[in-house]
């Protein structure tokens, strides 16, 4: 019996992972439709900002909670500034500069702090179900996105700059008669995403290997779960990310991880052949 | 003056010939002065194994400088043409066709994975460039031109695995990265388990790039054994023992591995995290024998900020210092002479101990070391004096077939 409730557990840790990781992804591709391929670098950069911090002495929940977020978000806002808001519209374009500013992102951080892992301990620890051991920590990051779904649904739904920002992405030249500065709403979207993938970042960097090149393995199956999950930035992102943990998950528990991973994919595409415009595009149209 | 056709041609043959005899004047009196025996280098020192490949390369340059002090070869100077291969397989080849073509480089050490020797090895049978690798890898490596310094599963997890068993007991779970390495590792680990009447519960397999290890810890809970035994590879797979640590499994079964501490994990993951994680390698820098303390001491001195120097680093010093005892024994670099003498048993003092090169294989017997991590660092439990190569042994003998240039596979 314990196993189970251990296995659902784990569920909860990939779908609640995969949901952190892909939530910024999806406010800057999903509402802006730039597709960010230094996503991988922004999540990495987020737990090099909280390993940092904490190595130098920051409370570790200040490192990940607001560390990370705050640096990230700023270093999106500079990209936005100086790269991205020459590209709206050109979508290959986008891609290209955005993989090479991948690139530069991950040499630079390599030439600064060596290309050697990072680490730094993680907090809470295990409790046991029967004769099995889990972490608290995994319920920690279900919380958090939890909480990370809440924010992003009152901030669009609630806010005046939630109104206005859905209103800029679906027509911003109807937005700008309006007397909304569609330039400044894009700016302040995707520091946004940034600030939420770099949480993302600072959220996992206890639980991960961190490198410089650590991005590559999150950036396939984040935009994997955000075209899955279709327009609507939180449904579609939630269930897509639902989905593809879960399989994960169980997969890998009863056959092997490297059939855990083949099992994601086919899901993947046989979801996309199915329902070419996401999850939301069929079942949560018009929600948020 | 005029012209002549005739005179033309001759004063134009004579500047000609002047003109490509020059650079053999002055080249031959360049060589009088200098004469240099080039010793060639192709480490990453950047790219996803430039941790790996720059102790490497520290060791080389050490063991350069310190032959050179010595009075050179055969009155010779010793002069290194390195290149950085970028964690890349492509400039492999490619700068080994460089190295091989146009430096005409007497010797080659270099090449960190299995891939990237398998890149090389045939560009210098091809062009007879003598080539030494000098890193740990799966064994089977059966060529006259080329040299393996480093340990073979059977020198290392031959002691890991029954000592590991003691330890903690005879049920063990193997966890092993998706290529070549992980594969072969994970054979040898279940033969040696069941050599010393162990038995392998499960073996699983993880490619490079998962993160996520929660529904294997779960697993390995269900399947209840008495020890993990760990190939896994890289920056993604560290997670697996952050993520142990942090489900309060750590301490509850021990954990042993071949690739763990290669690098620098000891130091950079949490002590929590890796104390008492059981690892064999060829060479421990917290080994305290003279010989290991003072090369120790001397790459930190010219390099503080050097990562690790573990056996990558170490073999590559001892594979330059046999290399050089083969040229003094064969008193010249012609290939097949200084081949001959170092199949000849030459023996060379190092870091690690005694080294010695096996004619049949042309890998070494050497010692091994089994260690434990204590406090972000390696505490050595053992030493096993002359640990032979024995898998490659058992596919490969150069003796009997000296044209042999393949990498068995080897059968368990």
């Known amino acids: 019996m314990a196993i189970y409730v251990i296995l659902a557990l784990d569920v909860l840790n990939g779908i609640s992972s995969l949901f952190l990781l892909c939530l910024g992804l999806a406010i800057i591709f999903g509402m802006m439709k730039i597709i960010n391929l230094a996503h991988g670098e922004f999540i990495m950069l987020g737990a090099y900002a909280t390993v940092i911090s904490a190595n130098a002495g920051v409370n570790i929940w200040i490192a990940m909670l607001i560390v990370a977020p705050l640096f990230v978000g700023i270093v999106g806002l500079v990209i936005e500034r100086c790269l991205i808001r020459f590209l709206y519209g050109r979508l290959v374009d986008s891609m290209l500069a955005t993989w090479g500013l991948s690139l530069l992102i991950i040499g630079i951080i390599t030439t600064i702090y060596g290309n050697t892992q990072q680490g730094v301990p993680t907090p809470l620890g295990g409790f046991s179900i029967g004769s099995y051991q889990s972490s608290y920590y995994t319920l920690f990051l279900a919380f958090m996105a939890a909480v990370m779904m809440a924010i992003i649904y009152g901030v669009m739904r609630y806010t005046r700059f939630g109104l206005v920002a859905r209103a800029t992405m679906q027509n911003p030249a109807m937005a700008a008669t309006l007397g909304v500065n569609p330039a400044r709403v894009y700016m302040s979207t995707f520091a946004l995403g940034a600030a939420v993938t770099g949480l993302a970042g600072g959220l996992l960097a206890p639980v991960s290997g961190i490198t410089p090149v650590m991005g590559g393995a999150y950036v396939a199956k984040a935009f994997m779960t955000v075209v899955g999950g279709g327009a609507a930035i939180l449904s579609g992102t939630l269930s897509a990310a639902s989905l593809f943990g879960s399989v994960n998950q169980v997969g890998a528990y009863f056959t092997t991880p490297v059939y855990g991973e083949v099992i994601v994919f086919t899901t993947a595409i046989v979801l996309i052949r199915l329902l070419p415009q996401g999850i939301s595009g069929r079942f949560f149209k018009g929600n948020l | ?412």
């Open chain 2, 1 to 412: 003056m005029t012209l002549s056709r005739r005179r033309f041609l001759q004063r134009s043959a004579i500047a000609t010939s002047t003109l490509i005899a020059a650079p053999a004047v002055f080249r031959s009196g360049a060589l009088a002065a200098e004469n240099p025996i080039t010793v060639g280098s192709l480490h990453d020192q950047s790219g996803p194994i430039g941790t790996s490949g720059t102790p490497m390369v520290y060791a080389l340059q050490l063991a350069v400088e310190e032959i050179n002090a010595a009075g050179g070869l055969l009155g010779r100077p010793l002069k290194v043409m390195h290149y950085d291969t970028q964690s890349n397989i492509q400039l492999y080849s490619q700068y080994a066709q460089q190295l091989a073509v146009k430096d005409k480089v007497d010797v080659v050490h270099g090449g960190i994975t299995s891939a990237s020797r398998e890149a090389i090895r045939p560009t210098f049978d091809r062009f007879k460039v003598l080539y030494f690798y000098n890193t740990l890898y799966e064994g089977g490596v059966c060529d006259r031109n080329t040299f393996c310094t480093g340990t073979t599963p059977a020198q290392t997890v031959e002691k890991l695995v029954p000592s590991a068993m003691k330890k903690a007991g005879k049920k063990a779970y193997i966890i092993a990265a998706d290529y070549n390495y992980g594969q072969i590792t994970a054979k040898w680990m279940t033969k040696y388990c069941k050599d010393n009447g162990g038995e392998i519960l499960s073996t699983d397999f993880f490619p490079l790039d998962v993160t996520n290890f929660g529904s294997t810890i779960s697993k390995i809970q269900a399947a209840k054994p008495d020890l993990i035994l760990s190939a896994l590879v890289g920056g993604n797979h560290t997670a697996f023992y952050r993520q142990w640590t942090a489900a309060g499994m750590k301490g509850k079964i021990p954990i042993a591995s071949t690739t763990f501490g290669l690098v620098n994990e000891p130091s950079t993951l949490d002590a929590a995290e890796s104390d008492a994680i059981i690892g064999a390698y060829g060479y421990f820098e917290e080994l305290t024998t003279p010989a290991s303390k003072s090369f120790v001491e001397k790459i930190k001195k010219a390099h503080p900020d050097s990562p690790y120097i573990s056996e990558l680093a170490s073999c590559t010093y001892e594979g330059v210092m046999l290399w050089a005892e083969g040229v003094k024994k064969a008193g010249s670099i012609d290939r097949m002479k200084v081949i001959e003498a170092l199949e000849s048993g030459l023996v060379f003092d190092g870091p690690s101990g005694k080294v010695s090169l096996d004619k049949p294989t042309h890998h070494t017997v050497r010692n091994a070391f089994l260690a434990e991590v204590k406090d972000r660092k390696w505490s050595v439990l053992e030493t096993y004096t002359d640990a032979k190569p024995a898998d490659t042994a058992s596919v490969c003998d150069l003796v009997k077939n000296p044209n042999d240039v393949k990498q068995y596979i080897i059968n368990l």
